[in-house]
């Protein structure tokens, strides 16, 4: 897997996934919503720790900044 993920990208997953657990730890989110939006949370997370998101593959889409010689 080559990076797709530059680190603006992976800054803003890491902060909403910080954001959704806080809001769930502290009881504001609950019930499926707050099991959904914890999964995605952790989709967050991984995406944004392995520097590559499936979907921007699927689009063609990359953030990361193209080293010399790719």
Do not use: H, Q, W
């Not at 909403?16 to 499926?32: E, P, Q, S, W």
């Not at 939006?37 to 989709?43: G, R, W």
């Not at 590559?52 to 990361?64: A, D, E, K, Q, V």
């Amino acid at each position: 897997m080559k990076k797709n993920m530059g680190l603006a990208d992976k800054t803003i997953r890491i902060i909403i996934a910080a954001i959704v657990g806080v809001l769930y730890f502290t009881g504001v989110i609950t019930g499926t919503l707050s099991i959904i939006l914890l999964i995605v949370a952790a989709v967050f997370l991984l995406t944004a720790f392995i520097n590559f998101c499936p979907i921007y593959s699927i689009f063609g889409i990359r953030s990361c900044p193209i080293k010399k010689g790719e």
